[in-house]
């Protein structure tokens, strides 16, 4: 058996689509190393869930249990079967001592997770809920988009998720939606929604400021 074989016997653990991995507010001592497979975090909010990432193999999530102490920060869901490697605090704590590599990805996801929450921040200040929405949908692009063979891009999270991530009502969002399907840069399908082309959508939101700045024409 090899090296890999063998620590997935040890600490190998598997799911079925719809499963969840851990749930926001419980408590956890572990973290987990997708092998194959994809997994969605999520976050309850006063209007439902909203997807902070799609993660596949060779990610980890879990590991701000570990780091902190504290409660589970969201719920993690196989989106189709799972295969992990699930380590706990000790054992953890040994890779990043004797890894210098690991330690560096944990520092960059931090990172990264940073520059998320100022990204948001960024979202949430503008007033114009038409900019929120496609500021959102921009970010959320750039965080879990998946590339579409014939072009453009699928961002996996519901009407939904995206109205609450931008702090908008199902209506608010709905209004803006139905001009950006109109203009053909946004399509929405059971999946999540579609865009065509992300410089366009990006060209629409700076028309969007200008207007704002300056008002109407």
Known sequence: MTDSGQLMARVGRTFEAGDVIFREGEPGDTMFVVQTGQVRITRHGQDG??????????????????????????????????????????TFGQMVVGNAEIAVRLITRLARRLDAANALVDVLMHRDPKSRL????????DVIGVSLEGGGVLVPISHEELASGVGLTHDEAEEVLVRLRRL??????????????????????????????????
């Open 184 to 217: 053909r840069i946004v399509e929405q399908t059971e999946e999540g929604f579609v865009v065509g082309d992300l410089d366009r959508l990006r060209e629409f939101l700076e028309f969007l400021s200008m207007r704002e700045k300056f008002g109407d024409a």
């Open 134 to 141: 496609i500021l959102g949908l921009a970010r959320q692009a």
């Open 49 to 90: 869930d909203s997807t902070l990432a799609v993660l596949g193999a060779g990610d980890f999530f879990g590991e701000m249990a570990i780091l902190n102490g504290r409660p589970r920060t969201a719920t993690a869901e196989a989106l189709t079967e799972l295969r992990v490697l699930e380590i706990n605090a000790r």
